[in-house]
């Protein structure tokens, strides 16, 4: 790993858990302006846990986070955000009730931005996401399982956040959209997002990441290039081989959808 300095967002030791049950322990982590980066491991390591103290939604117990060198470790989450950081959350949480068009304004209405910047961010969104081009004004929750994923990516993008966080993107979806979001974030980070991503389908998502970390039980494990953990012996065998996506959809109570 190169120095920390050009880092966009770091976890330095941190330690944090739920009630008085530590669940990450001293992760360091360091995110790369510009950089895809998973983080994988398997079901229950930390990971979430580890991406939600990133994102503020999670207290940290001792350790630091900062962003661009700055200590944002006691900061609420809407400065977080205000300092680029955005979340999306597993599950691809849209509002089904609401049009492509009214959820994407609310996305941009948690930092209240003007009509004028809102028009111009959903134009911008529109070329980089054309699938909700000409969708404005259907109901997020007729989408496919797969739009709705780029309809909730997109929204998270309506802050205009330089580094995009995202939890399990790929979960549920069929397998052709599994390579089309993973192509769309690596799209992003060509126009210079960071993008930092949980996922359990490790090896795909490493294939379209430039940096990884795998956790173990609350830890960092392993790290560095992408290609090097695909090619690494140990990594593979103790973290690369994948449960079938039917299998964990069961387990996780989750049902697949196109
Ligand atoms: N809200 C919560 N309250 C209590 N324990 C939790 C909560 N969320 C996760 N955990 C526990 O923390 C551990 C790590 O969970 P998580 O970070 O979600 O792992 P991963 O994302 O790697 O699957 C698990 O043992 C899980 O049961
Ligand atoms: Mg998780």
Known sequence: MTGSQAALLELRGVTTGYGDVPV???ASMAFEKRLVTSVIGSNGAGKSTAIKAAAGLLRVWSGQ???SGADVTREAPH???SRGVAFVPQGRIVLPEMTVRENLELGAHILGGDRQRIEETIE???RLFPVLGGRMRQLAGTMSGGEQQMLAIARSLMTGPSILILDEPSLGLSPKYVDIVFEKLR???GTGLTVVMVEQKASRA???SDRG???HTGQVVYSGEAEALLANDNVRRLFLGEVPEEIRLMVEGEVADA
Do not use: A, K, P
């Open 206 to 208: 490493l294939s379209f």
């Open 79 to 81: 400065l977080r955000l």
């Open 65 to 67: 986070v900062l962003v």
């Open 124 to 126: 911008r969104l529109v």
């Open 213 to 215: 970390y795998v956790m």
């Open 24 to 26: 990450v322990r001293s």
């Open 187 to 189: 799209e992003l980070s």
